[in-house]
C-alpha cells in the first residue's frame, strides 16, 4: 500500500462548480500535511498547509480528520486557472524522514 | 528574489557519461532535496539533506550522488547515467519542511539515449 494516496481522476468540472480531492495516509505517525498544485511540466507550489483544525484560503478549504487518516481540499467557485494537478503531502514524525507525495489528482476547469 | 536554481533546464547525453545537475538557494534553508518525477510514478524522492555534510538516502537513490559542502548548494551527481534515469528532476529547500513546506526549483529534464 502506498504511504500517500490520492484519486487520480481526472476530474472535468464547468467553471463555477465546487470540487473536492481526498486524500488517504498510512502512516499513522505523520504530522504535517499539505496541499501542492502543479501545472504542467512545471514545478510544484505549495497551495496551502493542512491543520488539524481546518484551515481556509479564498476560495480553498483544507481538512485533515487524523482519526480516519484522511485530508481533503474544497475548491469553491472554480475558475479556469485551477486547472493543474493537485498534490497531497505527508510529512512523518520520526526526523530526518522526509516528504511523501501523493500521486496527484488531475483536475480541468472547462469553460 | 528567494529561489531555488537549477541548472541546467534540459539536458540530453549518452549512457554512461558524468553529470552534475546544479542546485542553489537563496534562502538559507536547512534542508534540501532531489525528487524525480515520472508518468504514473509521481514525484519520488532521492536524497535529502538536513544541514551542511548531513545527507540521506530517499525512496529511490540507486545510482545517484549528492554533496552538502556549502549550506546553498545540493548538486545531485549521475556517475553513470542510464536511460532509466531519463526523468524530470526538481530540487526542493526549505527552512523546516514540516512547517513551512518545501519552494522547489523549476526543474531539469534529463534525457539519457
Known amino acids: 500500500r502506498k504511504e500517500v494516496e490520492q484519486d487520480p481522476g481526472p476530474f472535468n468540472v464547468p467553471e463555477g462548480a465546487t470540487v473536492a480531492f481526498n486524500c488517504t495516509y498510512s502512516?499513522?505517525?505523520?504530522?504535517?500535511f499539505f496541499w501542492y498544485r502543479q501545472d504542467c511540466r512545471k514545478e510544484p507550489k505549495l497551495l496551502m498547509s493542512v491543520y488539524s483544525s481546518g484551515n481556509e484560503d479564498g476560495r480553498f478549504t483544507a481538512q485533515l480528520n487524523r482519526a480516519s487518516q484522511y485530508i481533503s481540499l474544497l475548491i469553491r467557485d472554480s475558475k479556469l486557472s485551477d486547472s493543474a494537478t493537485y498534490l497531497c503531502?505527508?510529512?512523518?514524525?520520526?526526523?530526518?524522514?522526509?516528504?511523501?507525495f501523493g500521486p496527484g489528482t488531475r483536475l480541468s476547469v472547462l469553460p | 528574489e528567494a529561489q531555488v536554481t537549477q541548472n541546467p533546464r534540459y539536458l540530453i547525453t549518452v549512457t554512461g557519461k558524468k553529470l552534475t545537475v546544479t542546485c542553489s538557494q537563496n534562502?538559507?534553508?536547512?534542508?534540501m532535496s532531489w525528487y524525480r518525477q515520472d508518468p504514473g510514478l509521481g514525484l519520488r524522492q532521492i536524497y535529502y539533506s538536513m544541514n551542511v555534510e548531513v545527507t540521506d538516502k530517499g525512496d529511490v537513490p540507486e545510482g545517484y550522488k549528492v554533496s552538502r559542502k556549502e549550506k546553498r548548494n545540493f548538486p545531485l551527481i549521475l556517475e553513470s547515467p542510464s536511460p532509466n534515469q531519463t526523468s524530470l528532476y526538481f530540487c526542493a529547500s526549505s527552512l523546516f519542511p514540516g512547517v513551512n513546506g518545501y519552494t522547489f526549483g523549476s526543474g531539469t529534464r534529463l534525457t539519457v539515449v
Open positions: 534562502m538559507n534553508h536547512e534542508y
Open positions: 502512516n499513522s505517525a505523520s504530522q504535517s
Open positions: 503531502v505527508a510529512w512523518p514524525s520520526n526526523y530526518g524522514q522526509n516528504f511523501v
